[in-house]
């Protein structure tokens, strides 16, 4: 049985738990961007960083690593595992569009780097 038949009856708990990190990652990278943008501004054309924009920054970076871990280890996660099935009375449409952004965000999330 390949992966792609395997279904199982919800996700599993590592995946869930990534899920939430991945978002918790997502948002702090969105609340300090700026911090990131100093630091690059300040490292290319050579300039003092004061400290906190050198912190934050390399928080920043940290944290845009940890996503592409976590979003690794959640793929694999979901490869090996399978995923709950789509609910019986869901219309096609919105089945569709679930796998279009879920492919989305995958991409997004591995090849931003």
Do not use: C
Not at 9 to 26: C, M, P, Y
Not at 36 to 46: F, N, R, S
Not at 85 to 97: D, G, H, K, M, S
């Amino acid at each position: 049985m390949s992966y792609i038949d395997r279904q199982v009856s919800s996700w599993t708990r590592l995946s869930r738990v990534l899920h939430w990190i991945i978002v918790a990652l997502i948002l702090l990278q969105w609340l300090e961007s700026e911090y990131m943008e100093g630091l690059w501004d300040a490292t290319t054309e050579g300039a003092a960083l004061n400290s906190t924009i050198q912190t934050f920054g390399w928080v920043h970076i940290v944290a845009g690593t940890s996503i592409l871990v976590a979003a690794v280890i959640r793929l694999a996660d979901r490869i090996n595992n399978g995923r709950p099935p789509y609910p019986v009375n869901e219309p096609r449409w919105a089945t569709l569009l679930a796998k279009i952004t879920h492919v989305g965000i995958y991409a997004l999330s591995l090849i931003h780097i």
